[in-house]
């Protein structure tokens, strides 16, 4: 599976982007896509994730009513509109995939095997 993220850029306090993740190749199995971003210095940190369906999500608790993940018809787009983005938001936002997730959390690194590049986010005060 290959993951190509785009859509980050340079938006200032309140502000609002949308990323887009676009999934390529062997999709057959992939149950989960999710968004994790990584400030400099830091861990990388879950944002939110989706099943293939696109019925059901997680998101972690400083993104709910902020931001919304969603799939395009095809269902090998993902989306991630962002609004009200903050400084603390500023970050590479990168998309992962997870085939066969079966008990993992959506939250964990474990439930994913297929990373694409980062995107960066700056949110300037």
């Known amino acids: 599976v290959q993951l190509q993220a785009s859509g980050g850029g340079l938006v200032q306090t309140g502000g609002s982007l949308r990323l887009s993740c676009a999934l390529s190749?062997?999709?057959?199995?992939?149950?989960?896509t999710g968004w994790w971003r990584q400030a400099p210095g830091k861990e990388r940190e879950f944002v939110v994730a989706?099943?293939?369906?696109?019925?059901?999500?997680l998101y972690q608790d400083s993104v709910k009513g902020r931001f919304t993940i969603s799939k395009g018809n095809a269902r090998t787009t993902v989306y991630l509109q962002m609004s009200g983005l903050k400084p603390e938001d500023t970050s590479v936002y990168y998309c992962?995939?997870?085939?066969?997730?079966?008990?993992?959390?959506?939250?964990?690194?474990?439930?994913?095997?297929?990373w694409g590049h980062g995107t960066q986010v700056t949110v300037s005060s």
């Open positions: 989706i099943n293939w369906s696109g019925t059901a999500t």
């Open positions: 190749g062997s999709t057959f199995g992939v149950d989960v």
């Open positions: 992962a995939a997870g085939k066969y997730s079966g008990g993992r959390a959506w939250s964990a690194l474990s439930a994913y095997g297929y």
